[in-house]
């Protein structure tokens, strides 16, 4: 903990100690002015834990705070305008964004030990649709629907022209759900998947026609800003889901753009 968060923290304390439990006054980044006594405060993850005038508990990040005031009874022209509206003051959820909505380009790949070729997978690529909700910090949940085609190159590899379509679950454990910056998470998917062969042909590089479930695990990369997220995530899926000889590998993936809120 640094000289200036200390002090801050020994200010804060001493003075809703000194003063029956009066509110300070912190000014974010985003505008917002929040009036709240501070319970604690967490130096492993710079955290803040509030508890506001209306009786929430925050959570407010060091890096998300431009300044503290504590309270002193000369000190209320900020309270007052809080209580008459004319700043906006934030609740329990300010600090977590649950909820994410997106769009993705989704690529699924196959991967045989068949080819003799440089090129080894047949790939479908297509568009995803995905929603997200953050239990915390570190743990997401997220519904992934898909559909995908095979490309040129694939249909000369194997003959047939193949769509494939479906919906994966994910639940994700993440270095960094909500704070604006980088974060990296790995996770295990479920999958149910219904693949259509054109004129009901066969390739031994394709799974049949037909429903096709198993499980696999993701891991993935990506930046969050203040109300959106890019990621980029790819799985392995378990290989017995797929009928297929001489499998080496399937996999998903995609580039993902998402609105938080």
Not at 120 to 144: E, K, L, M, P
Not at 182 to 188: E, Q, V
Not at 215 to 229: F, P
């Amino acid at each position: 903990m640094n000289f200036k968060t200390t002090l801050y923290l020994f200010l804060l304390l001493t003075s809703t100690t000194c003063f029956s439990q009066e509110n300070s006054i912190f000014h974010l980044k985003n505008g917002n002015i929040v009036s709240g006594i501070v319970n604690d405060y967490d130096a492993k993850t710079s955290i803040y834990h509030i508890t506001s005038e209306y009786n929430n508990d925050i959570n407010i990040h060091q890096s998300d705070i431009t300044k503290i005031i504590p309270y002193a009874p000369n000190q209320k022209s900020d309270m007052q305008q809080i209580k008459r509206g004319k700043i906006t003051h934030s609740n329990s959820n300010q600090n977590l964004k649950q909820n994410e909505i997106g769009v993705s380009v989704f690529i699924v790949a196959i991967e045989s030990e068949k080819f003799t070729e440089s090129r080894n997978d047949i790939v479908h690529t297509g568009i995803a649709g995905f929603y997200n909700f953050a239990f915390n910090d570190h743990v997401t949940s997220r519904i992934i629907v898909y559909e995908a085609k095979s490309d040129e190159e694939s249909k000369r590899l194997t003959g047939v022209d193949s769509r494939v379509s479906g919906m994966e679950t994910q639940l994700l454990l993440s270095t960094n759900t909500n704070k604006r910056g980088w974060k990296f998470y790995i996770g295990g998917v479920l999958f149910g998947e219904v693949w259509d062969i054109d004129g009901n042909t066969s390739s031994d590089l394709l799974p049949t026609e037909g429903t096709h479930s198993g499980v696999g695990v993701i891991y993935g990369l990506g930046y969050n800003y203040d109300s959106l997220a890019i990621d980029f995530s790819s799985s392995i899926r378990q290989k017995s889901s797929y009928d297929i000889a001489d499998l080496k590998m399937v996999g998903s993936g995609g580039l993902t753009l998402s609105y938080r809120f």
